[in-house]
């Protein structure tokens, strides 16, 4: 069944960077069995708490880099990096994160190798990316961390691998929960892409995790929705097909990503740059694209409120579809540390209710709703680039609370996911290589 399971997931876009490409026969591993219960369920606990104070302290990091980077204030509210006014000088901000991160990584080498630890350079670095306008999701970082309170665990409570694979996968849907209100799609991706054994050792630290990150979310920021959209009617049987269209193309469309972003690391990997200094190399290319178009910088939240609620311009989105993907390819190839769910969120969104608009051309008579076509984009490209068929469809429900969605999401998701299973022919690791 393992072996059966697995196969269905193959292929996929890696939930956080960098991480390691394997053959499918290299693919082994071991078990979640010899765990210790009541340990796990305590440290689990522990894990999630660490994992959404530690997000919600990246979010502040993040936005006060932003802040003073793009827009020259100091202030922790959310900025928007297409609203400064620094004209060429945008080019150097992406630049002088990277050379940042990469003196702290240097640094942190330099330390390790006499004897101290740094355990949360790596997801600092990732925060200073992304503040710096790197176009790359949080999450990663989140990911990051989570592993690193799990080894920690190691020498302070002689957790056993299976256990601490628990707690990181507990840590994970804890960040995933407080950062997007969404427990149940954090526990399903955590089921989905880092457990193979079912069982209620391993799936109760989860199901806690989700409850502590969500209760995190609504303490913090409240019981509305992540994402606003307005009110939709119930889908007629032709609008279904027309959204069942829109999910299929969104799921070449992922496929199309996901060999992209090889072909691009391929391309990095034969230069003759340093594997350390690569990011920084792609920090250029993106401060570059940036100048053009600053609208693409930074995780951008805001693009996907836009496209929930219509409010968008056919430049904005080839923004966020065309040149959003191209910096964030670029980031991804160059080994840059993050995230890909909240990218590839916007990028399906834009192209999906870019799709959709063409459908409507096409077919006038069919009542598509623009507001769900660019909530399904968003669904269908993480279920046919992250290979994430339940847990799409249940992130796209709980971050916006709409429930007459529902049927279009199911129907939209799994068509990307049968397109992307059908032409994907390789399988990446979805771990981060900590």
Not at 124 to 150: D, M, Q, R
């Amino acid at each position: 069944m393992k072996s059966t399971y697995q196969s269905f997931n193959r292929g996929a876009i890696p939930v956080s960077y960098p991480v390691n490409t394997i053959s499918e026969d290299e693919y082994t591993d071991p078990p979640v069995e010899h765990l210790n219960t009541s340990r796990v369920l305590c440290l689990s606990l522990l894990a999630a708490a660490n994992a959404a104070v530690l997000a919600q302290c990246l979010l502040l990091l993040i936005n006060g880099l932003m802040n003073v980077s793009f827009l020259g204030r100091f202030s922790l509210e959310e900025a928007d990096p297409a609203d400064t006014g620094l004209g060429i000088f945008v080019i150097g901000i992406p630049v002088l994160g990277a050379l940042l991160a990469i003196l702290l990584i240097r640094y942190c080498i330099r330390a390790l190798q006499r004897g101290k630890q740094c355990h949360l350079v790596g997801p600092l670095c990732t925060g200073i990316y992304i503040g710096t306008g790197i176009p790359l999701g949080i999450e990663g970082a989140v990911i990051a961390s989570s592993y690193v309170f799990s080894n920690f665990t190691k020498n302070k409570w002689r957790t056993t691998y299976p256990e601490r694979r628990v707690l990181a996968a507990a840590g994970i849907v804890s960040g995933i929960a407080y950062l997007f209100g969404s427990p149940i799609a954090a526990v399903a991706l955590a089921l989905e892409l880092l457990l193979v054994e079912f069982t209620l050792g391993s799936i109760l630290p989860l199901i806690l995790a989700g409850a502590v990150g969500a209760s995190f979310h609504f303490l913090y920021r409240g019981l509305e929705p992540v994402f606003a959209i307005p009110e939709i009617p119930v889908a007629s049987v032709p609008a279904l097909l027309g959204y069942v269209a829109t999910g299929g193309i969104v799921g070449v469309v992922s496929v199309l990503v996901t060999r992209t972003v090889s072909g691009i690391s391929w391309v990095f990997g034969k230069l003759p740059v340093p594997q350390l200094w690569r990011p920084l190399v792609g920090a250029v290319i993106i401060g570059v694209m940036g100048y053009f178009a600053p609208d693409m910088l930074g995780m951008g939240y805001g693009h996907i409120s836009d496209l929930l609620m219509g409010k968008v311009t056919l430049q904005l989105l080839f923004i966020v579809g065309i040149i959003k993907f191209i910096a964030w390819a670029v980031a991804l190839g160059s080994g840059t540390p993050g995230g890909t769910v909240l990218p590839l969120m916007i990028m399906g969104g834009a192209f999906g209710l870019f799709i959709t608009l063409l459908l409507q051309y096409i077919m006038p008579a069919v009542p598509l709703n623009f507001s769900v076509a660019a909530l399904i984009g968003m669904a269908a490209m993480l279920a046919g680039g992250l290979r994430i068929l339940p847990t799409a469809i249940f992130f796209a429900i709980e971050t916006t609370h709409e429930r007459h969605a529902i049927l279009p999401l199911i129907c939209a998701c799994t068509a990307a996911y049968l397109v992307s299973f059908l032409l994907s022919k390789k399988r990446i690791n979805r771990e981060v290589a900590i």
